[in-house]
Structure formats: structure tokens, C-alpha cells
């Protein structure tokens, strides 16, 4: 199963990006995932269901650590291209 999560922290700082945002960007790009997309207003990634876990997992306990007050994440279930014959 492939997911996708799309995330944002906060508070914003829209002068330097905050230690958390920092600290998420990290996470999300060493987790081994693909379709990585970090922005200044939201971030997505996709992969294999165990990395996207693991990265979440990661990015929540890092970011408020990190200082972040608030994380909005969602998850997804995304086509893995195999249909219900391939299965």
C-alpha cells in the first residue's frame, strides 16, 4: 500500500523558517520516501505505507520537540497502480 501525507507546523515565521519547520524538512527528506515536495506553506510526500508511518511517527515527536504548537497532517491511500486483477 502506497500513502501519501501532507503536512504543515507551526507557528509560521514568514522572515526564517522556525526550528520545527527545519527539523520536519529533515525528517521527511532522510525518510526514504519519494514524491517529496517541501514548501513554505505545506509539504507532501508519498511511499510504501511502513516509511510514510515511520516518517509521521518521526516528524511528530521531532517537530514539538523542535517547538512546534501545532501539526495538521492527512493521510492518504493513493493508487499503487496495481488493480484488483493484479492482486
Known amino acids: 500500500m502506497r500513502l501519501r501525507v501532507e503536512f504543515t507546523t507551526e507557528p509560521f515565521d514568514l522572515d526564517e523558517?522556525?526550528?520545527h519547520a527545519l527539523v520536519a524538512r529533515e525528517v521527511i527528506e532522510t525518510a526514504g520516501l519519494d514524491a517529496v515536495d517541501v514548501g513554505p506553506f505545506?509539504?507532501?510526500?508519498?511511499?510504501?505505507?511502513?516509511?510514510?508511518l515511520s516518517a509521521v511517527d518521526a516528524l511528530l515527536r521531532k517537530t514539538?520537540?523542535?517547538g512546534a504548537t501545532r501539526v495538521s497532517l492527512q493521510v492518504n491511500v493513493v493508487d499503487d497502480g496495481i488493480g484488483e486483477a493484479g492482486r
Open 17 to 19: 523558517a522556525p526550528a
Open 64 to 66: 514539538l520537540q523542535a
Open 42 to 52: 505545506g509539504n507532501t510526500a508519498e511511499g510504501g505505507a511502513d516509511h510514510v
